[in-house]
């Protein structure tokens, strides 16, 4: 079941250079919800309609939302768990956006419990229904404060959702829309956007109002591989905002068992003779072709292990999925980049600084005269190369949901 919000004054025959762009919002009921959620969530969406107009006239807003009553929920789950049928809801319907609502209590790994989690390299954020309701909090509330609490505050996290979408940071206002909520309570004050919050937002609109790759391109004759690097270079922005919104840096930090497995790996290569006495006798040119391989095979390696790509069923390449995909991969290589930085820095640190010379020229007994600086690089970037290599079998063993929520999620609101 499905129902369609549109510009009641645009008429939508309207073609030709005058019309105005559209932006399509898609909102996916998943599970089934009570009287007072449907009668919000119905609220809710024509608020946000309402709201969107006002805010941005130059564009038409057309906002469809799709019951899912058969996509089954724990009381507790994943925000990531709703991302593979939004993101095949998105394709059906063409959506710029989409935003699933459920009655699930979304799980939070950056604080305690999360009423919202965005993903922008996907376009999709995962609102929840659990908190929200005055009832939870105060069981004498009545039928039409429940209501009217929950259509306001559903209201302002959708638009908080599509503010952070379209690359709005918080804001530091607790009187503004995209202030950061700490409590329920703060999502009843907040509704408006600065000047500079909206140009911001209409620039993003007009780059996602314009024609699609897919839809400038035959379709029928383009390769895979051209239309995603056609896709690459035209969305080249989204890409790098999306790449910084999910921070890689912090991979070794949030993946424990990548860490744990390639530091462990590099300690042991560094008490090992036979480590020292083969790196320091390589060519300069094989241990940099060694760590080039080792990041390359490790991230298709992790990317491929953890399911990061978005396919559709009848495998058409869309220019959502060519910049979701190439977001994901270049997310993944940037984390595993800082892996490796980390790994090479410390393998070169304990090397000069642990190791006395008379020791390292027994276990290089290859070398010919006196251990140089050169001889540490080559060690460090066989250990780090190597080493990494075994962290990617840890990464490829953290829990699924994590590691997608790590690489996907931006925000918990």
Known sequence: MSSVLNNSTVDEAEAGSDAKPLIEVGLVLAGSFDAIDQEASAGASRQVHERLQALF?????????????????DSREEPVAFFPQAQAERDLHQWD???????????GHDKPYTFAAVSRTLDIAVMSTARVDPHAM??????????????HRLAVL??????HLNGLDHSDDPNQLMWDAESVDDLDRGEDLTPAQITRMATNLR???????????????????????????????EIIAGVMEAEPWQFP?????????????????????????????QPALSVWGLLLAAIVITTAYVVVRQQLLVRRQDQLMTEQIAVSNITATVTVLCGLLTMLLILYVTSLSLSLLLFPRT????????????????????????????????GALG?????????????????EL
């Not at 130059?58 to 996509?71: D, H, S, Y």
């Not at 105060?138 to 259509?151: L, M, N």
């Not at 780059?207 to 969305?235: K, M, P, T, W, Y």
């Open 395 to 411: 990464a490829a063993f953290e829990d699924q949901s994590y590691f997608r929520h790590v690489t996907f999620v931006d925000e």
């Open 253 to 281: 930090v949030r993946l424990s068992r990548l860490t744990t497995a390639a530091v462990s790996a590099m300690l042991v290569l560094l008490m090992t003779a036979e480590t020292w006495d083969m790196a320091m006798s």
């Open 57 to 73: 006239p130059e564009f038409r807003w057309r906002l469809m939302v799709v019951e899912r009553a058969e996509i089954a929920a």
């Open 207 to 237: 780059e996602i109002a314009d024609l699609r790759l897919e839809e400038r391109s035959d379709g029928g004759a383009r390769s895979h591989l051209a239309f995603v690097c056609q896709a690459g270079i035209a969305q080249r922005q």
């Open 97 to 107: 956006f989409v935003i699933v609502l459920t009655n699930a209590d979304l799980i």
């Open 138 to 151: 105060d069981a004498d509330a009545t039928r039409e404060v429940r209501v009217q609490r929950v259509t």
């Open 158 to 163: 959708m638009l908080r959702c599509l503010g």
């Open 359 to 390: 020791l390292i020229s027994g276990w290089a007994a290859s070398i010919d005269g006196p251990i140089q600086f050169g001889h540490h690089l080559l060690l460090s970037g066989v250990v780090s190369a190597l080493s990494l290599s075994i």
